[in-house]
């Protein structure tokens, strides 16, 4: 049976605990960096470089969010395809797209080489592969708009993986690596320059509007941290409301890995929708080859069945690969989609001394790379050639871009109407040993998890962000929030954001299913 982890997470357990400490003192500071993911600590080893006084918190552990869940294509190639982006944003900000992303990948190598980091870091070709006369077209449209924009790029008849047996779009000189130890690599460059990383930490409120012009954070625990510049890099945005989630859409994504005979220096996509991709590593836990295979996105909280998509992503595997051995590994992970295809990086509207990473739309391990001298740059005053074209104070301007915009918050409007619909299960006597399900108590609803000896353990469900009831996710054994992304764990503790409390404990709930007739876990 295979593990629920990604390739690189064996070596990460150990990681997560690395290099923290606890923080049990109020602090000041020049720059705090919330978030200790890939973002995070590539601005901090950034501002530390040019002499800054930084510290990391962390609410969980080193890379113990989404950077451990990435299948780490580095490619200026972008989920959001060229041509789309010219006609969003013009012909100069495309080309300003692509060299941002081109440099991003020369930072990580960069990075691994000045610091020593064994990381398997190379440099390899991209295919983005098509199937159909219609995708054909499609790529040829894509390699005009690539070129204009300076990514070198030539049709090809085949690619070199079996993805499909039609033309492909050949992008050389992409890269691909090992995340966590890559991250690994960074978090001893940080110890080395002084950098305290503190975990778990959990930011509760911000204010930056004290006289001091200091930005004073409060944390759950009642410490306080005062920092001249805050940077938030906690994938959603913790210290935002509404603003940015209103131009940015969270989806859940899929990954399978399987034994395989000996690398393949490449990186592979198809044209599908949704799209899969393809890319071979060393597995951290077993130290064999495998082929890594990702898609099947879905909105949060808004897939049913999702324990199919896993079974999807190796239909799809066997059909193209079929001298692919055993599943070793699956997982799934979190990324969000913005209006008009780019991140969000820089000044958090309304807060200037505060910076926000977001909305990396599938490209996070070159969108991280190229915050880090982005958000330094705005920290020193120094004018950044993609500061406007990054701002996350923008507003969808193309009529494309507008259209994603209403479908998103439209669909994030529906799925209030949760309030109103039939509850997931009458009772909780309905609910398998390991599952969980949303019941009605009256006006409520009741967010029940009922493990595996048959204990029910009840929370509110409804989202301390936004007021959205979460949903159960059965892959991650977590409750997910459909409207702005927020994750819980089976008992209510918060995971991901933009919600920064837990579900609350529901009063008087019982307190354990009758282990006589609660269903087993199939």
Not at 499 to 522: H, M, R
């Amino acid at each position: 049976m295979s593990e629920h982890r990604s390739p690189w997470q064996s070596a990460g357990a150990a990681l997560a605990g690395s290099a923290v400490e606890p923080l049990d003192h109020d602090l000041t500071t020049d720059v705090c960096v919330i978030g200790a993911g890939m973002a995070g600590l590539l601005c901090a080893l950034e501002l530390v470089e040019r002499g800054r006084s930084v510290i990391v918190l962390e609410r969980e552990g080193v890379a113990a969010g989404d950077t451990g869940l990435t299948t780490a294509h580095l490619t200026a190639l972008l989920d959001t395809r060229y041509h789309e982006l010219a006609r969003m944003h013009g012909a100069g900000p495309t080309r300003s797209i692509a060299t941002s992303h081109l440099r991003a990948i020369a930072h990580l190598e960069r990075i691994a080489n000045a610091y020593g980091i064994d990381c398997n870091f190379r440099r390899v070709s991209g295919f983005l592969c098509a199937a159909t006369a219609e995708q054909a077209e499609a790529l040829r449209e894509e390699q005009e708009a690539a070129s204009a924009a300076g990514i070198k790029c030539d049709l090809v008849r085949r690619a070199p993986l079996p993805i499909s047996e039609g033309p492909a779009l050949h992008v050389p000189h992409q890269a691909d690596f090992e995340p966590l130890a890559f991250i690994a690599g960074v978090v001893r460059a940080l110890n080395l320059e002084g950098v305290r990383i503190y975990a778990p930490v959990t930011v509760k409120s911000f204010d930056s509007s004290s006289a001091s012009e200091q930005i004073a954070l409060v944390t759950s625990e009642g410490h306080s941290i005062r920092a001249n510049h805050v940077i938030v890099a906690t994938g959603s945005p913790i210290n935002d409301t509404a603003v940015i989630h209103t131009k940015q859409a969270a989806y859940r994504t899929y990954g399978i890995t399987a034994a395989i005979p000996e690398l393949i220096p490449a990186l592979g996509w198809d044209m599908e929708d949704p799209y899969h991709y393809v890319r071979t590593a060393i597995d951290a836990a077993t130290q064999r080859p495998v082929l890594i295979v990702g898609g099947e996105d879905h909105r949060v909280g808004q897939g049913s069945h999702n324990e199919q998509r896993f079974e999807h992503l190796e239909s799809w595997m066997r059909a193209r690969f079929p001298d692919a051995g055993e599943i070793v590994s699956q997982w799934s992970g979190q990324v969000f989609e913005t209006s008009d295809g780019l991140a969000f990086i820089g000044r958090n509207p309304g807060q200037e001394r505060v910076f926000v990473v977001t909305g990396e739309s599938g490209n996070g391990m070159t969108y991280s790379a190229l915050s880090a001298p982005l958000i330094a740059d705005l920290i020193e005053g120094i004018e950044s050639p993609y500061q406007k074209l990054y701002d996350p104070a923008r507003k969808p301007a193309s009529l494309a871009a507008i259209g994603r915009f209403v479908r998103e918050n439209l669909n994030t409007a529906e799925q209030y109407t949760d309030w109103l619909g039939p509850a997931d299960a009458s009772r909780v006597e309905d609910i398998a040993r390991g599952q969980g399900a949303v019941l009605r108590r009256g006006l409520r609803r009741v967010a029940v998890y009922v493990d595996d000896v048959g204990l029910a353990h009840e929370v509110s469900a409804t989202c301390p962000h936004l007021g959205g009831v979460v949903a159960w996710n059965s892959v991650e054994k977590s409750w997910d929030c459909p409207c702005h992304g927020s994750r819980f764990d089976c008992y209510g503790k918060v995971l991901e954001g933009p919600a920064v409390s837990d579900l609350q404990p529901v009063k008087g709930s019982p307190e354990t299913v009758n282990q006589a007739s609660a269903p087993s876990q199939k």
